[in-house]
């Protein structure tokens, strides 16, 4: 891998004059290596560990740590399990279970069983569509009112996740999966349906209106259950209220949103994991 240090120094030169910080250069780096020489690297892979160490020696100390791109929580057997999405430059064929962090015996109870192998497939392919959709669109530099409000959900579903994956969970989660899928509705209008922050401001808090003006914009049917199950998620005026919910409603409320999430990056980026598991 000698043969990446040429490619290397000039891509770390760009970063200097650009001004990139230290803690994302690694991750960049990988990326454009990926695109020059034409090859796939996974994170954790030799290649990902060379440019890792190459930019450690070269880096703030604290700027080292990378981690998953994205971690999401997937409610089984009355608890959270971590999702973990791993960084992935290039084509590498992604495996789900890898990124479930589960025992063993776990994971082959629900790969054996039908509809949970495919209700685990259909929330992975949305963490994957979602997180780098997302990362997509960070990288574009797009700084529009319906990206802010992508950009906003995220934060409140980062927030979901780590309440639930907490060692007791926080049932304050509800509250930051309504939010975000609030923001994640409310993005999808402002950039397939032209809302502006007057348009936003104008629907309100109320997440029955919002779908129904997502469901016109986009031509997506929603079947009556999903409308039904929005009854489940706390009005805005109970934000400083202590949630009374059951972990399995949050895990609802929290999966929805996230599929909303992950619909808005697919309609405007190509990823799309989703048909391969649908199709699959």
């Known amino acids: 891998m000698k043969n990446f240090d040429k490619l290397l120094e000039k891509i770390n030169e760009e970063f200097k004059l650009e001004g990139v910080p230290h803690i994302q250069r690694s991750f960049l780096a990988m990326s454009k290596l990926s695109k020059k020489l034409g090859i796939s690297i996974q994170f954790g892979s030799q290649e990902s560990d060379y440019v890792s160490d190459w930019f450690a020696r ?6 080292l740590c990378v981690g998953s791109l994205f971690e999401a929580a997937y409610y089984y057997d009355a608890e959270f399990w971590t999702v973990k999405i791993p ?6 064929q992604a495996e789900a279970y890898d990124a479930l962090d589960m025992p063993k ?3 082959e109870l629900i790969s054996k069983n039908d509809n949970k192998s495919r209700s685990y497939a259909l929330f992975w392919a949305d963490c994957m569509d979602f997180s780098y959709g997302i990362s997509d669109l960070q990288s574009s530099h797009d700084d529009s009112f319906g990206i802010q409000l992508l950009g906003a ?6 927030s979901a996740t780590s309440a639930l994956l907490a060692q007791k969970v926080n049932k304050r989660a509800i509250m930051n999966a309504r939010m975000a899928l609030e923001m994640f509705m409310k993005s999808y209008l402002a ?11 104008n629907l309100g808090h109320d997440l029955h209106k919002a779908l129904k003006k997502v469901s016109q914009v986009s031509g997506k049917s929603f ?7 929005l009854e489940l998620y706390p009005s ?9 919910v059951s972990t399995q409603e949050i ?9 909303m999430g992950a619909f808005v990056t697919r309609t405007v980026t190509d990823r799309n994991i989703l048909s391969q598991v649908l199709g699959g």
């Not at 960084?87 to 590498?92: E, T």
């Open 87 to 92: 960084i992935i430059f290039g084509v590498v």
């Open 191 to 201: 950039m397939k349906g032209n809302i502006d922050e007057k348009g936003a401001r």
């Open 251 to 259: 895990a609802s409320c929290y999966n929805f949103a996230l599929s």
């Open 223 to 229: 079947p009556k259950d999903v409308y039904d199950s």
């Open 153 to 158: 959900g995220f934060e409140e579903l980062r």
């Open 105 to 107: 015996v776990n994971v």
């Open 236 to 244: 805005i005026n109970e934000r400083y209220s202590e949630q009374k």
């Open 58 to 63: 070269r880096s703030k100390a604290s700027a």
